[in-house]
């Protein structure tokens, strides 16, 4: 692991959030296009291990994939590790020692401060366990041991709160890592804990109505949130409010927009409400996002008969008129419903069939207009099945991971201690069902069962 220290390589590691084949293969890609990488080792669904030349040092800035980059300092197989003790200090001792002692430091430093740091005067360890091989050691004792060790070795000084460095430990069956977070996404894209529409077709409903800065983005039954997160990972200079007449959802959207990392994201709230009363002024939403109920989880196919009009003529009240458009998702069965409910008064741009799982659905971009064949577009009865969304190109759906990992805000040094951080915004928790205040994101609050020398935690640790 150790390189001569003049070939400026080292060892990376970087974290994507959800995507599937199609994103590790844009990762693939991405690595040697831009790093001239040309082995990468995928660990799981969101970890890869690749070694490339620091030099020039702005290339990693253009990575569009990574949520994290770390410089790795150590990564050992976990079978290859001596046993552990059976006490679980004299382990986690054992552990610290390896990782002070074993480490590629020096180059790890190097790159470290190669993406604009000075000196390391005080640090941090975060750890985190997992797994069954080292079941009987804490994440708070490995971040203190190897707090101690590292403190003895280099003689820098532990301070929890306002550090210059972060040492990330991940002990599990696979690997000891020792790494030193460099980049990351100012608004990381995560596995959200409450599932709900498909995320990359959440994202491409997004961008088919390509919110501006600016707008308001409605979604009037948004379930636990997902349209509303996926677009606002994008396009965070717009303004998203979710509505659902059902508290339970409304929980689970706000707890999944907790996820999302506190820095610059855009505006979100959630309240209560129903779609086909909406509590929103004529001509005041830009754009709304909406994945209507099937009638399976939600209401039953017949009950669509009703409210589908019902809340259609309420898109259309809110929506501006000429600017104002509309994604709509619902399944094959409820298409006829659909297109009836928007007969005479919507445009449908494109109607593109989208599969979700098994079961195929149809994805409308349609706009409102003030009578029928009064503006581009067609109306809903003639509009082409299987036709791309405006955006697309021929690869269609595979590309759709690519796609969005360019468009995401670019990589930005870690921000760690308060050092860093003071001087950035701090967002507002708000969940009112006017449109949102701006700016802030509902609930955020720190994640994950990281360890930090046994203190606050606001780091997450190495995804996975
Ligand atoms: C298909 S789900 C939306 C799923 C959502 N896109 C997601 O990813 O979780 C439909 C949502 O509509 C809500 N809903 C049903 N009837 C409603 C109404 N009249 N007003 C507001 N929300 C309604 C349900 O509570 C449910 O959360």
Not at 320 to 335: D, E, I, V, W
Not at 343 to 353: M, N, T, Y
Not at 439 to 450: D, E, K, M, Q
Request: proline share 8%; charged share 25%; hydrophobic share 40%.
């Amino acid at each position: 692991m150790e390189h001569d220290l003049d070939d400026g390589r080292q060892d990376f590691l970087l974290t994507i959030g959800p995507g599937g084949p199609a994103m590790h293969r844009f990762v693939q890609e991405e690595l040697q296009a831009t790093l001239d990488v040309e082995h990468v080792e995928r660990f799981g669904q969101a970890r890869f291990f690749f070694s490339a030349s620091i030099h020039p040092i702005e290339r990693f800035f253009r990575l569009r994939s990574p949520e994290k980059l770390y410089a790795v300092v150590l990564r050992q197989n976990a079978l290859e590790l001596p046993p552990w003790p059976d006490e679980r200090e004299a382990a986690e001792e054992q552990l610290a020692r390896q990782v002070a002692s074993r480490g590629a430091w020096t180059d790890a430093l190097r790159a470290w401060q190669r993406f604009g740091r000075e000196g390391v005067q005080s640090f941090r360890v975060t750890a985190k366990r997992a797994g069954k091989l080292a079941a009987h050691l804490s994440s708070n004792g490995i971040a203190e041991f190897v707090g101690e060790a590292l403190a003895e070795a280099m003689g820098w000084t532990v301070d929890l709160h306002d550090y210059d460095l972060e040492v990330m430990i991940h002990l599990n069956d696979e690997h000891l890592i020792a790494c030193l977070p460099l980049l990351e996404r100012s608004c990381q894209q995560a596995q959200l804990p409450f599932p709900g529409l498909s995320q990359p077709v959440a994202w491409a409903m997004a961008r088919t109505v390509e919110p501006s800065p600016g707008d308001l983005v409605l979604d009037p039954m948004c379930g636990s949130g997902i349209l509303l997160l996926e677009a606002a990972q994008c396009w965070p200079g717009a303004f998203y409010l979710g509505l659902d007449d059902d508290p339970k959802q409304l929980e689970r959207s706000r707890k999944n927009s907790a996820v999302l990392e506190a820095a610059p994201c855009a505006s979100l709230s959630f309240g209560r409400s129903d779609a086909r009363r909406l509590p929103l002024k004529s001509s005041s939403v830009d754009a709304v996002l909406c994945d209507l109920p099937f009638g399976k989880q939600y209401g039953s196919e017949e009950d669509n008969l009703a409210l589908y009009p019902a809340v259609l003529a309420e898109f259309w009240r809110v929506l501006r008129l000429g600017t104002g458009r509309a994604a709509l998702l619902t399944n094959q069965a409820n298409s006829k419903t659909l297109i009836q409910a928007m007969a005479g008064r919507w445009h449908v741009e494109c109607q593109r069939k989208v599969l979700l799982g098994n079961m195929e659905a149809l994805l409308f971009l349609a706009t409102p207009v003030e009578t029928d064949g009064a503006s581009s577009g067609y109306p809903a009865k003639h509009a082409k099945q299987g036709c791309r969304l405006p955006w697309e190109d021929a690869t269609g759906r595979r590309q759709w991971s690519a796609m969005k990992a360019t468009l995401r805000p670019p990589l930005r040094l870690v921000t760690g201690g308060k050092k860093c951080r003071r001087g950035l915004p701090r967002r507002r928790a708000t969940a009112a069902v006017a449109p949102p205040p701006r700016p802030g994101l509902s609930g955020r609050h720190p994640t994950g069962p990281a360890a930090s020398s046994g203190v606050p935690r606001d780091t997450p640790p190495v995804a996975g």
